[in-house]
């Protein structure tokens, strides 16, 4: 894996684009039918990997030249998708199974599946899991970021007066200290 070109990350000369997925892209085609995936033999000549800014709140993205109707219609005869790029945040250098599990996401989706339904979500898992929050530096750091923006600093049960530090993004379903339904 490379990162952003002129950047070092722990001492690394960081490459000026991401590596070509050669592997995962042979792995993709071991497991998956065409007919669900019919860009998937044109990605090897059509495929572009590049970064985006560290600094974007999206770990990945899929940008196809061509339009959303023309993309329906090349996937429904079977046609080449044209030009596709992949782009994939820098911090990803520092989390190898988010890495993989990004860039195995947006593959699928440079394959052919464009939506965020059962199907997608499951191949992804089992091609590359995600990791755990608690075992990527990553992942901790984007929950970091939304957390500083968030106005509540803390829960206060609305049932006991509990007072507790937010670490979470999410409300809590229940109070720590009485086990009551959590509300404000």
Request: glycine share 8%.
């Amino acid at each position: 894996m490379g990162s952003a070109g002129g950047d070092e990350e722990g001492g690394k000369q960081l490459l000026p684009n991401p590596d070509f997925p050669e592997e995962l892209i042979q792995l993709l085609k071991e497991k998956l039918d065409k007919k669900e995936v019919p860009f998937l033999k044109y990605l090897g000549k059509n495929l572009t990997m590049i970064w985006i800014d560290e600094n974007d709140s999206r770990l990945g993205l899929t940008r196809f030249e061509y339009s959303a109707n023309e993309l329906f219609r090349r996937r429904k005869l079977r046609l080449s998708c044209g030009p596709v790029t992949i782009g994939l945040n820098p911090m990803l250098n520092r989390d190898t199974a988010l890495y993989k599990h990004t860039l195995s996401h947006e593959l699928l989706h440079a394959c052919g599946l464009l939506d965020h339904g059962d199907i997608h979500a499951n191949l992804v898992r089992e091609i590359a899991p995600p990791p755990k929050l608690v075992d990527s530096p990553v992942l901790q750091e984007m929950r970091e970021r939304v957390l500083e923006k968030l106005p509540e600093r803390q829960w206060i049960c609305g049932d006991c007066g509990y007072t507790w530090e937010r670490k979470r993004v999410s409300m809590p379903a229940r109070c720590p200290k009485c086990a009551k339904p959590f509300k404000s």
